[in-house]
């Protein structure tokens, strides 16, 4: 019987070290379902949890895709596995598709050793893809047309995604049409549509994807808390990221030849804050922007990623039996979430055991 735990929730919640000690108890191990955590180098800022022994680092595992730019491999954090972190380098044009892949192929590894796949994350999409499957999802990457098109104006893709197919551009909301890297994609798929909708693939992909992602038994633990409770632990969090070198962080990648316009630094929450600020670090200008300022926005951008969450997640994981919401302000929650689990993974075993 294939059982799958997901703890996912608003960012701050604390996911993954409850996850850890769940792991424990139910011989599982973790897969990250972060769309920044993926990448190599955005450490301290995305809040990867690292081993603390600095010994232990990451290990490639014998799991594999077929792009060559991804790399899958583990950390153990006190012996449980952590997949999913550092797939790739921070100037490639990730998406979910490439995220479903990889967790497919990990998912699949840890089930056939007899172990048990934890979700966790908040990065919703990637656990709608995985959970419910996304049609486009199996058309494979065109990696020569994006080289292109990653070189075009937001216009020039607009103009291109608008010529391809205006309903999709006219179904996109405002944030997307302004996401160069979801313009891509749409007009990469775009294409493919038009050179392959006599074959029908795309019903066969959606059929294809959707039979693979079929489960025996499935347990979503969601955790919450008030906007208020939120806003104070991602506050207290982004005051110890920059004590961790939050700051030190940035100038490393810029240092290794990454900048804030040929790789996501510009895009992830954390990073892109510090734009003018380094941009204009060796000029008098740095001295007019003020890093109290950098933080709060920092915070606020947090925040807004908060509430966008706990939306998505109130709509797709509604309170039921198979879904579990936990309010981490309460006192002995994680001794709930814990004990909840551990009453559904034991009923599996006795299920299959019959």
């Known amino acids: 019987m294939k059982k799958l735990l997901i703890v996912c929730g608003p960012t701050a919640t604390g996911k993954t070290s409850l996850a850890l000690k769940i792991a424990k108890k139910i011989n599982g191990e973790i897969i990250s379902v972060d769309s920044r955590q993926v990448y190599r180098y ?13 010994k232990s680092s990451w290990q490639k595992s014998e799991v594999e895709v077929d ?21 790739t380098d921070p100037k490639f044009s990730f998406n979910v598709s490439d995220w479903l892949d990889c967790a497919q192929k990990v998912a699949d590894d840890i089930w056939q050793r007899d172990k048990t796949p934890i979700l966790v994350g908040g990065t919703g999409f990637y656990l ?12 494979s990457p065109d990696w020569e047309l994006r080289k292109k098109l990653e070189t075009f104006s937001l216009t020039k893709l607009t103009d291109l995604l608008k010529k391809a197919d205006l309903k999709k551009w006219l179904s996109m909301n405002n944030s997307d049409q302004n996401n160069p890297r979801r313009l891509i994609r749409a007009i990469e798929v ?30 979503a633990v969601v955790l919450d808390a008030s906007y208020s409770f939120l806003y104070k632990r991602i506050d207290s969090r982004v005051e110890q990221r ?6 030190k962080e940035i100038n ?9 316009n040929n790789s996501v630094l510009d895009k992830t929450i954390g990073y892109s804050e510090w734009q003018d600020y380094f941009q204009n670090k060796n ?38 039996s198979k879904n579990r919401w936990f309010d981490i302000s ?16 034991n009923q599996n075993k006795d299920a299959k055991k019959n």
């Open 128 to 139: 709608q893809a995985f959970l419910k499957g996304i049609g486009t999802l199996n058309i």
């Open 190 to 219: 775009a294409y493919w549509l038009k050179k392959d909708i006599k074959n029908n693939l795309v019903n066969k992909a959606i059929k294809k994807i959707k039979g693979e992602s079929s489960l025996s038994s499935t347990l």
């Open 242 to 247: 920059i004590k961790n070198g939050a700051e």
């Open 42 to 54: 955005l450490d301290i800022i995305t809040g990867k949890d690292l081993p603390k022994d600095s």
């Open 67 to 87: 792009n060559k730019d991804l790399q899958i491999g583990f950390y153990q954090v006190d012996g449980i596995k952590i997949w999913l972190y550092d797939l």
């Open 330 to 345: 309460q006192k002995d929650w994680e001794n709930k979430v814990e004990k909840q689990v551990v009453i559904w993974y």
């Open 283 to 320: 000029t008098s200008d740095k001295e007019k922007i003020d890093k109290e300022e950098i933080i709060q926005r920092w915070k606020y951008d947090e925040h807004a990623y908060a509430r966008r969450q706990k939306t998505w997640f109130k709509k797709t994981f509604p309170q039921n």
């Open 252 to 260: 490393s990648l810029l240092e290794k030849g990454y900048d804030f």
